[in-house]
């Protein structure tokens, strides 16, 4: 079996050599004048053709290739974070757990009340608002204290009722400090509840809160969804006297929005009107 060898530097060169004679060649007979190229033009072809055949002895003066600069990697991008979005639920809307009620902005419509309502620990509320509430009260029994409910929903006419009668005790003025007025009550929206101690101990009292149970939820409602509505320090906002067993249920997610806004009240915090005066 033959095999095909490849040519030698030798015999290619001779082929260069050869294919420039034959060019050389091929101009002179289609020159019209039968023009003859000089002698010299063989050897120059030969020289041009051997410039361009490959050496095959390595030159000692060429220099190594320059190894390629090893590449930066990119900086990752950090992923954005996530932004709370106030607008997820209705500042105004009554059924909406974030729904903002004071003494400029009443319930609408006026006879609202939860199409759900549920019993915990004796009181009704909005079965939005039970879960959270069964799971505070059941953390405090573990904690070793003794949570009860006082007060939960109120209808409109229970509220009317209510309040008439601080008024009959404190005069209009008074009572306004202390009770809302039919239709601008938090217990309406069934997310509000009043909170004492089982014994009964300063309940809805202004000292409730420097009982166990009062300094204990102070510490631990939030983790559960619950907000202080109404402290000593805000009462400009809120435009009531401080209620330590008064918490509003929004959810564990607006608490903790609001603990990292620094926003202690929720007309703060979606930017509701408040005050102490009624509309």
């Known amino acids: 079996m033959s095999r095909h060898r490849a040519p030698s530097p030798v015999t290619r060169r001779g082929a260069l050599v050869a294919g420039a004679a034959w060019v050389a060649g091929a101009l002179a007979a289609t020159s019209g004048a039968g023009l003859r190229l000089p002698s010299s033009t063989a050897p120059q072809a030969e020289a041009l053709m051997a410039a361009r055949l490959p050496s095959s002895a390595p030159s000692a003066a060429s220099p190594a290739a320059p190894s390629p600069a090893p590449s930066t990697p990119a900086a990752s991008t950090p992923a954005p974070t996530p932004t709370f979005d106030r607008s997820a639920h209705s500042t105004t809307d009554a059924t909406s757990p974030w729904v903002v009620v004071n003494k400029t902005h009443p319930i609408t419509p006026a006879d ?164 102490p005066d009624y509309a």
């Open 112 to 275: 609202y009340a939860p199409a759900q309502l549920t019993k915990v620990a004796g009181e009704v509320v909005s079965a939005a608002a039970a879960p959270d509430l069964e799971a505070l009260l059941a953390r405090s029994r573990d904690d070793g204290v003794s949570l009860t409910l006082v007060s939960g929903f109120r209808s409109r006419d229970y509220q009317e009722d209510v309040h008439r009668r601080s008024v009959s005790r404190n005069g209009q003025a008074g009572a306004d400090r202390y009770s809302a007025r039919a239709g601008y009550s938090e217990h309406q929206t069934g997310l509000a509840v009043d909170f004492s101690s089982v014994a009964g101990n300063a309940t809805l009292s202004p000292s409730f809160g420097q009982t166990d149970e009062g300094l204990w939820l102070a510490e631990h409602a939030g983790r559960h969804g619950w907000l202080l509505r109404y402290t000593e320090a805000d009462q400009a906002v809120t435009g009531y006297n401080p209620e330590p067993w008064h918490f509003r249920w929004v959810g564990v997610e607006l608490v903790a929005a609001m603990t990292a806004a620094g926003a202690a009240t929720l007309e703060e915090f979606f930017g509701v009107t408040g005050g």
